[in-house]
């Protein structure tokens, strides 16, 4: 469903992206973890087509991202670390707004917004003002806006930063319920979100891949707190000195 080959991206004297190369089956939810400045961000910009990369390919559902971007993003759904929200809007017709700017048709329109609306649990809110809401809830309209089109893939930045336990609890259930139905990228820095909600993890450091492995193959080995850190210290470790 994604693969990623020898994807590198570069701004200016600086290598963000350092080849790097991952897959994800369909329906498999995979923890993209790193430090901050890992280049996690820059990599989910590039396979949602923001970003264009310097070098290597990336494909979602067999489209290459620089070859037929438009068939990637209706097969993508994208929720940044700051949902995209209008606070003047309802969260029914901010979702009704958000169906049509990804192109679904008009006889559509309606199904799909109720349909996200019960995936989130946000029924009972459909009315209310976005900018009236709390936060918790306002990561769920986020989540709302990334599957309202039934995109195959969904790339969640930080779906739970600023929240309370018991809210990520909740959009930790959430995201477990869109498996199957969805492949999901899940960026994260929280390790016990991960080992509660991923298959697979997917782990980088200064933008180079340290290490690809199963929740299985993880939790055999020991914790993924330890896998984590082994991945960034061999990374130092195995680096040349200049």
């Known amino acids: 469903m994604i693969e990623v080959q020898e994807l590198t991206k570069e701004f200016a004297?600086?290598?963000?992206?350092?080849?790097?190369?991952?897959?994800?089956?369909?329906?498999?939810?995979?923890g993209f973890l790193g430090p901050n400045g890992a280049g996690k961000t820059t990599t989910m910009r590039m396979l949602t087509g923001f970003l264009p990369p310097s070098s290597g390919t990336a494909s979602i559902a067999g489209f290459d991202v620089?070859?037929?971007?438009?068939?990637?993003?209706?097969?993508?759904?994208?929720?940044?670390e700051t949902p995209p929200l209008y606070p003047e809007m309802t969260v029914d017709s901010y979702l009704l707004?958000?169906?049509?700017?990804?192109?679904?048709?008009?006889?559509?329109?309606?199904?799909?917004?109720?349909?996200?609306?019960?995936?989130?649990?946000?029924?009972d809110v459909r009315h209310r003002i976005l900018g009236h809401l709390s936060k918790g809830y306002r990561q769920r309209v986020g989540l709302a806006q990334a599957i309202v089109h039934e995109p195959e893939v969904l790339i969640l930045d930080e779906p739970t930063v600023?929240?309370?336990?018991?809210?990520?609890?909740?959009?930790?259930?959430?995201?477990?319920?869109?498996a199957g139905d969805h492949t999901v990228i899940l960026s994260t820095h929280i390790l016990p979100e991960v080992a509660e909600t991923c298959e697979k993890i997917v782990i980088i450091n200064e933008g180079r891949l340290t290490r690809e492995a199963t929740m299985a193959e993880i939790q055999g080995e020991g914790s993924l707190e330890q896998a984590f850190l082994e991945a960034i210290r061999l990374d130092h470790a195995e680096r040349p000195v200049t």
Request: glycine residues 8%.
């Open 13 to 30: 004297d600086h290598q963000a992206v350092r080849g790097i190369s991952f897959s994800a089956a369909a329906g498999q939810i995979v």
């Open 162 to 178: 600023g929240l309370d336990p018991g809210q990520i609890i909740e959009i930790r259930e959430l995201i477990r319920s869109l």
């Open 97 to 123: 707004f958000v169906a049509r700017l990804k192109g679904m048709p008009r006889s559509r329109l309606r199904a799909a917004c109720n349909q996200a609306l019960e995936k989130t649990n946000l029924v």
């Open 66 to 80: 620089q070859d037929a971007p438009d068939e990637v993003r209706r097969r993508i759904g994208y929720l940044p």
